[in-house]
T-cell receptor, first 116, second 113 residues
Framework: GAGVSQSPSNKVTEKGKDVELRCDPISGHTALYWYRQSLGQGLEFLIYFQGNSAPDKSGLPSDRFSAERTGGSVSTLTIQRTQQEDSAVYLC??????????????FGPGTRLTVL | GESVGLHLPTLSVQEGDNSIINCAYSNSASDYFIWYKQESGKGPQFIIDIRSNMDKRQGQRVTVLLNKTVKHLSLQIAATQPGDSAVYFCAENEPGGGNKLTFGTGTQLKVEL
C-alpha cells in the first residue's frame, strides 16, 4: 500500500463497550506507533513497537488500553470498557527504524472514536 | 474549568507573506525535532526536521531554526499560500526513547486571500 491505513475511520460506541482499532503500516516499516489526539490538542504518545522487541507501553493511560502487533505488521489497539474521556482520534504511524533519531514517522488518517 | 487545549493559538497571514510559527520544547536533552502539518480530518504530515547539532535547516519554502539555549524552535514559511492553511505541530524526540515523539499543542495557520 501507498501509506499507513487505519480502520474504521469512525467508530461510535456506548460507554462500557470494548473497541478494536486497526492499523496497517507501510510495508517494510519495522516501527509502529499509536498516538491519541483529543479535540484541539497535540498528539499524545500511547505505545510503540520495534521489530520483535518488547513494546514501549509507557504512554498507555490505563490498563483498559492494550495493543498488539501480529507478525511484525498489522497492529490492533484495544480499549476495554470504554469511557467518555476515551473519545478522541487515534492515530497510527510507522517508520523504517527506531532507536535512533531520524526515522521519519508516516501517519495514517486516524480513527475517530466517540463514546456516548 | 476551561480547557485550554480547545483554543489553539492562531496565526493569520496574508497570501504571499512569510509566516513564522514558534514552539517551545520541554526537554533540554532532546536531540531531534520535527515539524508536522495537519490538515482537517487527516493525519500529521512531515514537513522538515532538524538535529540538535544544527541551528538551521532549509527545505523548499520552509526553514526551521533551533535555539537550544532557550529551548525554542521556529518554522518559517516563505510566500505563504492558501494550501498552507493547517495546524502545525512541533515534536521532539527524547534520547533513549526510541523514536517516540512528544508533540506540542499546535498552532493554527490561516491564510487570508
Amino acid at each position: 500500500g501507498a501509506g499507513v491505513s487505519q480502520s474504521p475511520s469512525n467508530k461510535v460506541t456506548e460507554k462500557g463497550k470494548d473497541v478494536e482499532l486497526r492499523c496497517d503500516p507501510i510495508s517494510g516499516h519495522t516501527a509502529l506507533y499509536w498516538y491519541r489526539q483529543s479535540l484541539g490538542q497535540g498528539l499524545e504518545f500511547l505505545i510503540y513497537f520495534q521489530g520483535n522487541s518488547a513494546p514501549d507501553k509507557s504512554g498507555l493511560p490505563s490498563d483498559r488500553f492494550s495493543a498488539e502487533r501480529t507478525g511484525g505488521s498489522v497492529s490492533t489497539l484495544t480499549i476495554q470498557r470504554t469511557q467518555q474521556e476515551d473519545s478522541a482520534v487515534y492515530l497510527c504511524a510507522s517508520s523504517l527504524a527506531a532507536g535512533a533519531p531520524g526515522g521519519e514517522q508516516f501517519f495514517g488518517p486516524g480513527t475517530r472514536l466517540t463514546v456516548l | 474549568g476551561e480547557s485550554v487545549g480547545l483554543h489553539l493559538p492562531t496565526l493569520s497571514v496574508q497570501e504571499g507573506d512569510n509566516s513564522i510559527i514558534n514552539c517551545a520544547y520541554s526537554n533540554s536533552a532532546s536531540d531531534y525535532f520535527i515539524w508536522y502539518k495537519q490538515e482537517s480530518g487527516k493525519g500529521p504530515q512531515f514537513i522538515i526536521d532538524i538535529r540538535s547539532n544544527m541551528d538551521k535547516r532549509q527545505g523548499q519554502r520552509v526553514t526551521v531554526l533551533l535555539n537550544k539555549t532557550v529551548k525554542h524552535l521556529s518554522l518559517q514559511i516563505a510566500a505563504t499560500q492558501p494550501g498552507d492553511s493547517a495546524v502545525y505541530f512541533c515534536a521532539e524526540n527524547e534520547p533513549g526513547g526510541g523514536n517516540k515523539l512528544t508533540f506540542g499543542t499546535g498552532t493554527q495557520l490561516k491564510v487570508e486571500l
